[in-house]
């Protein structure tokens, strides 16, 4: 069964302070993985879309990676603005069609 | 500026009675579009992928004709909640895909109360 898991579910950090996020996959025929940022109570916001295992993206204080097996969201630096959750999420059917999320993390950047 | 317009942002109901959700592309036309629902805590669950001109497709278990779709323009599809129940409530949000950009825009959300 095709499935995605992401962890931990909730990360609290100082500002300043680096940390990964994980999204492992168990996924036939991967064609894309995708991170999203959403706030609460609002709708998710774009940041990566990774294709091939050793593909990465950078943004800003943000670094996505993609393995066979998991995609990591490198937060160095992180700032109270940081705070939210991020989603990675799978599609089967190639390019930006449907897509399948994970639960999310639940990052708190405090001061 | 958001490229995916959704309305209305909350919707307070009483049970029994039907309410839409609306999905607007602003400055492409996107003949797929997806309707997602969001349990507090918990992830994007993928209800339906509505096409321009055609049949909605229903993620098992979603009922089609609780949750009725329409797309009948490239940029405008509606998601009719009908009967609803409190277990209805629920945030749901749509997506429309760009394929000249090839991205995926989401809506900001519909926030459901069904008293």
């Known amino acids: 069964e095709d499935q995605v898991t992401q962890s931990p579910e909730a990360l609290r950090l100082q500002e300043g302070e680096s940390s990964s996020l994980n999204c492992s996959y168990t996924v036939s025929g991967l064609r894309g993985l995708f991170w999203y940022r959403q706030d609460p109570g609002k709708g998710p916001e774009f940041l990566f879309t990774?294709?091939?295992a050793g593909e990465e993206k950078e943004k800003e204080r943000l670094k996505a990676t993609l393995t066979k097996k998991e995609s990591f969201l490198h937060i160095t630096a992180p700032k109270p603005e940081d705070s939210a959750t991020y989603l990675c999420?799978?599609?089967?059917?190639?390019?930006?069609?449907?897509?399948?999320f994970g639960a999310g993390t639940r990052l708190a950047v405090h001061p | 500026g958001a490229v995916v317009s959704q309305h209305p942002s909350w919707v307070i109901c009483k049970s029994g009675t039907s309410v839409k959700i609306e999905c607007r592309s602003l400055d492409f036309q996107a003949t797929t579009m997806f309707w997602y629902r969001q349990f507090p805590k918990q992830s994007l669950m993928l209800m339906a992928t509505s096409n321009e001109g055609s049949k909605a497709t229903y993620e098992q278990g979603v009922e089609k004709d609780k949750f009725l779709i329409n797309h009948a323009s490239l940029t405008l599809s509606t998601l009719t909640v009908t009967s609803a129940h409190p277990e209805d409530s629920s945030f749901y949000i749509c997506s429309a895909r760009d394929p000249s950009r090839e991205k995926l825009f989401f809506g900001s959300g519909t926030q459901l109360s069904v008293l």
């Open positions: 990774l294709y091939s």
């Open positions: 999420a799978f599609s089967l059917s190639g390019g930006y069609n449907k897509l399948i």
